[in-house]
């Protein structure tokens, strides 16, 4: 845990599981891209693209508080992972004109490290907890009653002579962070004042994210290879600004700098994202289901045999995608290509009564 910033890169220990695929078009992000993402972050709600309905909230949330004169009330972002809930922890900490103090769940495993972050927090601070609902059970209890009370009890000595001396708090802010939040426990869940679920962009929104990403990197976009870019980026802000960078160096490497709908469509073909926002292991599931396996249904681990991947990678990479974009779906018995999944291949669907309709 440590003090960043507003827009500084974030530690290592925040990357979501799977941030390790080289897929452009995962949601994840490693150390390095989070600190490519840094410059192209909004640092005020008024520059925030999209979220209409979180944003709006959350700005009165904060002038409420503000005119109060006390720290707004504790805030649980939940969504898919690439949205803007950490850009949002920083907005949230830069309105208020205080600091951000940044860890995660897996970093906090014992309850004495969480009293140690607690205790040195200032008047006002904002503290913001990334993938919040893998904190230890120990920790998660002590951080009950620091979120509703401002106290955190000091446990000294060991064994039958142990006591707890109750160390007040300064009032403070937690910002949560999850990517799941079914698995955060109804008590933790409870303390938060505002909670504020990311949806997925629509293009448009994106469209406006490429445009203020392409001034600040200082590069000419056009209008048309803009919509072509938010086309294939997954409703992900993430994905967006990640394959801009890649046209950009397509633009920069084989074409005149400029960023038009040719380069874009070029780019994004070198890199192997199709119209749709599909890439090579997307692909790949899809062409097994239909070419291999008829359409399924197929268990997840020979799924991910015949394309040559871990089943977790299948399973929390490709597969979320496919099955909200209905191109795959899940039942008891496995895997199956839906109808979409056939026609993005080029291939006849199944009439009624064949393998993919028993």
């Known amino acids: 845990m440590r003090d960043v910033g507003a827009f500084d890169a974030l530690p290592e220990d925040l990357t ?5 695929t080289d897929s452009l078009v995962r949601a994840t992000a490693d150390e390095p891209e989070r600190a490519a993402e840094a410059a192209l972050r909004p640092r005020r709600l008024d520059e925030f693209v999209g979220q209409r309905v979180v944003r709006d909230q959350l700005s009165l949330v904060l002038e409420a508080a503000l005119g109060r004169g006390r720290a707004p009330d504790h805030v649980l972002l939940s969504g898919p992972p690439g949205l803007g809930k950490t850009t949002l922890a920083m907005i949230i900490a830069a309105e208020l004109g205080t600091s951000l103090r940044v860890t995660s769940g897996p970093a906090i495993q014992h309850a004495g490290d969480l ?20 904190l230890a059970r120990p920790a998660e209890e002590l951080l009950y009653v620091a979120m509703e009370d ?11 002579g142990a006591s707890a001396i ?10 949560g962070a999850t990517t799941r939040a079914g698995l955060l426990p109804a008590p933790l869940r409870d303390r938060f004042g505002f909670t504020g679920h990311l949806d997925f962009y629509a293009d448009d929104e994106l469209e406006r994210v490429l445009v203020r990403s392409a001034g600040l990197l ?33 633009a920069q490497v084989r074409g005149d700098g400029h960023l038009h709908l040719p380069a874009a469509r070029a780019a994004l073909e070198v890199y192997e994202v199709d119209q749709r926002g599909l890439d090579r292991l997307d692909r790949a599931v899809l062409d097994a289901l239909c070419r291999r396996f008829g359409g399924g249904p197929v268990g997840l681990t020979t799924l991910a045999v015949a394309v040559g991947e871990e089943p977790e990678t299948v399973e929390t990479v490709a597969e ?25 291949l080029g291939l006849e669907v199944p009439l009624p009564g064949g393998t993919l309709f028993d």
């Not at 979501?16 to 390790?20: L, N, Q, S, V």
């Not at 109750?166 to 910002?175: A, G, I, K, Q, Y």
Request: charged share 25%.
């Open 16 to 20: 979501d599981a799977g941030g390790g």
């Open 115 to 134: 009293a140690a972050v607690l205790s040195s927090l200032e008047e006002g601070e904002v503290l913001f907890i990334d993938e919040i609902h893998r």
């Open 150 to 160: 401002f106290r955190v009890d000091v446990v000294v000595g060991k064994g039958a």
């Open 166 to 175: 109750p160390l007040s708090l300064p009032p403070f802010t937690v910002v």
């Open 218 to 250: 200082d590069v000419p976009l056009d209008a048309d290879a803009a919509a072509e870019i938010a086309s294939r980026s997954r409703g992900t802000p993430r994905i967006a600004n990640r394959l801009l960078r890649r046209v950009r160096d397509w």
């Open 320 to 344: 979320p995608f496919l099955v909200r974009e209905g191109l795959v779906g899940r039942t008891p018995r496995g895997r199956v290509a839906l109808a979409p999944a056939w026609e993005h």
